[in-house]
């Protein structure tokens, strides 16, 4: 079972997907499932169980991608928000006591990563290993780290529009149903992270989209 561990939608400043453009795109490129982790917000929540409702052959995981002080953090199956900008320690406790899983986002990215010495101690639940945004090398790094440190690994597009979507996922046994379960699997090192890091060329296409999507916000920061 194939899940997309990080998409955002056009509850992200930065994105332009739309939930219907989401799911449009699973079946072709074999995915059975996303997780919708839109920065610092949990408004597509409730839209999100009325698509699961709808769509009951797909796993629909609710998610926030968040930023904290050293970088961002990936939190599923949370129904409130965690904190936001706030020591990465302070927003990990917070997840661990509601029992959440959590990823640390494309840790070796120069921007919004945590960074190589956080990454090798900071107490999360898993590390997303394949970011579909990523160059091959960062995403190596935070595979041997994941590795070294026996955790958890999670994959996913980072989609921000529809070409993204089928980049990256993580893939679940079949057998998995329900959507704690499915989680449950990740700290235990149950999954794999599978997909394609960028190539150079996307590269420039990515740093344009993202240039402009800055200028349209105002140059504010996620």
């Known amino acids: 079972m194939r899940l997309d561990l990080h998409v955002h939608s056009v509850r992200s400043p930065d994105s332009a997907l739309r939930l219907a453009d989401i799911i449009d795109l699973l079946g072709v490129h074999g995915l059975q499932g996303f997780a919708l982790t839109d920065h610092n917000t949990i408004d597509g929540h409730s839209a999100l169980r ?16 968040v930023s904290t002080e050293e970088g961002h953090l990936l939190v599923y199956g949370c129904s409130e928000l965690p904190p936001i900008r706030r020591p990465l320690s302070e927003t990990l406790d ?51 780290l994941a590795s070294r440190r026996g955790i958890g690994e999670t994959g996913g597009s980072d989609a921000h529009t529809r070409s ?59």
């Open 94 to 144: 917070w997840a661990r006591d509601r029992a959440l899983v959590t990823s640390l986002a494309h840790p070796f990215r120069w921007t919004h990563g945590v960074g190589g010495r956080i990454a090798l101690s900071a107490p999360s639940s898993a590390i997303e290993t394949m970011n579909g945004h990523n160059r091959e090398v960062p995403n190596a790094r935070a595979a041997l």
């Open 50 to 65: 009325e698509v699961a409702a709808r769509f009951p052959q797909y796993r629909f995981i609710p998610g926030v991608e």
């Open 164 to 222: 993204d979507i089928g980049r990256a996922w993580t893939e679940f046994r079949e057998d998995m149903v329900d959507i704690p379960d499915l989680l449950s699997e990740i700290p235990r090192g149950h999954t794999r992270a599978l997909g394609q890091s960028r190539t150079a060329s996307e590269g420039v296409r990515l740093a344009l989209q993202s240039g402009l999507r800055r200028v349209a916000r105002g140059f504010r920061s996620i």
